[in-house]
């Protein structure tokens, strides 16, 4: 009897599908009669209905090195080999984990997955890459940033906008303009740029990130090649007067201390891969801008996997 609301309706079967109990059925399997359908199925039969999806547990187990298939054996998920220190942890095993101690964070452990960058790339059809978008307030960083975004999408790429701003209406909240917390800033906000790139996501971080020793420790945490930095090299009186939100008139009049490009410096990047710049004073519209980032990165060939 299934019963739904106020309604009930009862299913019963015709006596023909009432299955006798033996001692079978205390194993889940139970022996088909044969008259009830016009066919036999014989103890063999049953047996061998379990090798297609077999089959397809064993197909899952394949993974492809140099664009050739070749089996591979999880350890400790699918043999009954020792667990290794970081992989599949979760299994029961012989292996001890192998602890770390990261920062303030003590007895973690790294838990590996078989489903990797790669394999994510391949989904997506793309190489998950971190294009980070620095210069001056004002430079336009924002602007490139949501052209690129667009201009990618039409590819059929997925991608990831990590606005300055943004993300400290969550994430950085609780982060001051200070100069230690500027840096934690860019830290945070440079390791969930990881993440989205290790997910095959090109993510597009727009930030000021004046210093480049907390640019570079975000490079440090990508393999080489995956961090992008685009460097918007416009002048500060171009900035300055452009001024979108108001903060260069208020950090002239003193009301916002440690602005970068007023009270305290930017420092330009020495080795960016690439850098807009006005053409005879004249700034290219934010699509021509973006159609270099996103030559760069085919050119590369982070736009197929």
């Not at 399997?29 to 077999?54: A, C, D, N, Q, R």
């Not at 200070?178 to 390791?191: F, M, P, S, V, Y």
Request: charge should be positive; proline fraction near 4%; hydrophobic fraction near 35%.
């Amino acid at each position: 009897m299934v019963a739904i609301g106020k309604c009930s309706s009862i299913y019963r079967t015709s006596p023909e599908f009432d299955f006798p109990e033996t001692s079978s059925r205390k194993l889940g399997l139970s022996k088909l009669p044969g008259k009830s359908f016009g066919f036999s199925v014989s103890s063999s039969e049953v047996k061998t209905s379990f090798i297609g999806p077999l089959r397809a547990i064993e197909a899952s187990r394949m993974s492809h090195v140099n664009g050739k298939a070749e089996k591979f054996q999880r350890v400790g998920c699918d043999s009954n080999e020792d667990l290794p220190t970081n992989d599949c942890n979760g299994f029961a095993g012989k292996g001890i984990p192998q602890m770390s101690t990261i920062g303030n964070s003590t007895n973690i452990v790294w838990h590996k997955c078989s489903v990797e960058k790669c394999d994510r790339d391949e989904l997506l059809q793309q190489r998950g890459c971190v294009i980070w978008v620095t210069g001056l307030s004002g430079s336009g960083k924002s602007t490139l940033a949501c052209a690129l975004g667009r201009g990618l999408h039409a590819r059929g790429k997925l991608t990831y906008i990590l606005d300055g701003d943004n993300v400290r209406h969550g994430l950085n909240r609780d982060l001051s303009f200070r100069a230690e917390d500027r840096a934690e800033n860019i830290r945070r906000t440079g390791e969930v740029a990881k993440l989205f790139a290790d997910a095959g996501v090109i993510c597009i971080a727009s930030l000021i990130s004046p210093y480049r020793k907390e640019r570079d420790a975000c490079r440090a945490l990508l393999a080489e090649g995956d961090f992008i930095e685009v460097f918007m090299d416009i002048p500060l009186h171009v900035c300055e007067a452009r001024d979108p939100k108001g903060l260069y008139k208020l950090a002239r009049a003193g009301k916002i201390k440690g602005f970068t490009g007023v009270d305290d410096p930017y420092e330009p990047p020495l080795t960016s891969e690439i850098v807009l710049r006005q053409n005879q004073g004249i700034c290219d519209s934010p699509n021509d801008l973006a159609d270099i980032v996103i030559s760069y990165l085919d050119k590369k060939g982070y736009l197929k996997a």
